[in-house]
T-cell receptor
Framework: QKEVEQNSGPLSVPEGAIASLNCTYS??????FFWYRQYSGKSPELIMS????GDKEDGRFTAQLNKASQYVSLLIRDSQPSDSATYLC????????????FGTGTLLAVQP | DGGITQSPKYLFRKEGQNVTLSCEQN?????MYWYRQDPGQGLRLIYY???????QKGDIAEGYSVSREKKESFPLTVTSAQKNPTAFYLC???????????FGQGTRLTVV
């Protein structure tokens, strides 16, 4: 079982719709969770971080964390063509605070 | 400006040669990381360091070596033992304790 799993996609949504990206993780004791966006050929940039159960909103982005079910999701409201990118989920496993593990990423395509 | 600098941006290596990728940060971060990314794939952890003169293997450390003699610097050497080194290499750093990581612009290594 991979430590962090994501559907590779592509996830295709029309412009203006809500894009929902999901991530599951295997280490129940994980404490810190991050969503990064990566454009083709570029380095990842942080979108959201979340540390406790529930929702965290920042502009058009909402991160949701459910530790009991071991998943974290990212919602993008009013999706724009400029949101088309690969979205990477990252997790700090328990017992190794400074280790940071990434999923394989989900490719999002927003259709104009 | 504070940030993470990777050099060179592009690197070509002949088979059987060792090469060293540079990563420097002036963010005063304790933890530093090296990841490898293959086309269409996520980030795989090679090595990480939590403090000067200390580092841990990630999931794919074979054929790579690192050093952390200074807080600001975390060079990665790709040795001839790495059989398939062509990839995009990303360096990251962050404060200790599980905060978000920041990435350099990456080095694209090609074996010719």
């Amino acid at each position: 079982q991979k430590e962090v799993e994501q559907n590779s996609g592509p996830l295709s949504v029309p412009e203006g719709a809500i894009a929902s990206l999901n991530c599951t993780y295997s280490d129940r004791g994980s404490q810190s969770f991050f969503w990064y966006r990566q454009y083709s050929g570029k380095s990842p940039e942080l979108i959201m971080s979340i540390y406790s159960n529930g929702d965290k909103e920042d502009g058009r982005f909402t991160a949701q964390l459910n530790k009991a079910s071991q998943y974290v999701s990212l919602l993008i409201r009013d999706s724009q063509p400029s949101d088309s990118a690969t979205y990477l989920c990252a997790v700090n496993p328990s017992g190794a605070t400074n280790k940071l593990i990434f999923g394989t990423g989900t490719l999002l395509a927003v259709q104009p | 400006d504070g940030g993470i600098t990777q050099s060179p941006k592009y690197l070509f290596r002949k088979e059987g040669q060792n090469v060293t990728l540079s990563c420097e940060q002036n963010l005063n971060h304790d933890a530093m990381y090296w990841y490898r990314q293959d086309p269409g794939q996520g980030l795989r952890l090679i090595y990480y360091s939590q403090i000067v003169n200390d580092f841990q293997k990630g999931d794919i450390a074979e054929g790579y070596s690192v050093s952390r003699e200074k807080k600001e610097s975390f060079p990665l050497t790709v040795t001839s033992a790495q059989k398939n080194p062509t990839a995009f290499y990303l360096c990251a750093s962050r404060e200790a304790g599980g905060t978000e990581a920041f990435f350099g612009q990456g080095t694209r290594l090609t074996v010719v």
